[in-house]
């Protein structure tokens, strides 16, 4: 069966760096479009990043822009979430999903989340 | 900047009953809309796509319309399992998510 783990969060201080990964199986990882959506404490759903199957095309919410860069490795099946310059706001558990179809923009599975919490 | 607005924030019901929930966009917005269940403390759960389309092993009780502007998740017969938030998404604009509906029970 689909199967998204995430890893990598933990406390970090402002203007520190930390990088996500997600471990998936199940599925034709290489097929896939995959996202980070994320959610900050007692909030709602905020999409951050996709990535297409073959890595090449690329988008961010303007909120992590220029500090958050996605990639994969689709002889690994992962997924990575590379954040810098980590700011209080971006405090949230941190989702890896997957696309219905690829490049269609719903997202079917998701995995457990991992928690990020940005505080000196 | 499409925006998608939902009501109302928060919902009480009783189970059985009939639950209707709304979405609007602040432009058209076609089909491309979908709509998630997310329980405490667990991941988002895909129910319905393209505004009427169920996903895989979704309940025939969830049922989407809508087109355009305004959306509706109806939620035939309340179960107790039902009671979450719910969150609509664009699958343009970069997959802008609504700020969620709460269903809780009266």
């Known amino acids: 069966q689909v199967q998204l783990v995430e890893s990598g969060g933990g406390l970090v201080k402002p203007g520190g760096s930390l990088r996500l990964s997600c471990a998936a199986s199940?599925?034709?990882?290489?097929?896939?479009?995959m996202s980070w959506v994320r959610q900050a404490p007692g909030k709602g759903l905020e999409w951050v990043s996709y990535i297409s199957s073959s890595g090449t095309t690329l988008h961010y919410a303007d909120s992590v822009k220029g500090r958050f860069t996605i990639s994969r490795d689709n002889a690994k099946k992962s997924l990575y979430l590379q954040m810098n310059s980590l700011r209080g706001e971006d405090t949230a558990v941190y989702y890896c999903?997957?696309?219905?179809?690829?490049?269609?923009?719903?997202?079917?599975?998701w995995g457990q989340g991992t928690l990020v919490t940005v505080s000196s | 900047e499409i925006v998608l607005t939902q009501s109302p924030a928060t919902l009480s019901l009783s189970p059985g009953e009939r639950a209707t929930l709304s979405c609007r966009a602040n432009?058209?917005?076609?089909?491309?809309l979908a709509w998630y269940q997310q329980r405490p403390g667990q991941a988002p759960r895909l129910l319905i796509y393209d505004a009427s389309n169920r996903a895989i092993g979704i309940p025939a009780r969830f049922s989407g319309s809508g087109s355009g502007t305004d959306f509706t998740l109806t939620i035939r017969s309340l179960e107790p399992e039902d009671f979450a938030v719910y969150y609509c998404?664009?699958?343009?604009?970069?997959?802008?998510f609504g700020q969620g509906t709460k269903l809780e029970i009266k």
């Open positions: 999903a997957r696309d219905l179809r690829p490049g269609w923009g719903y997202l079917d599975y």
């Open positions: 998404q664009l699958r343009t604009n970069w997959y802008t």
């Open positions: 199940g599925f034709t990882f290489s097929d896939d479009y």
């Open positions: 432009q058209n917005v076609s089909s491309y």
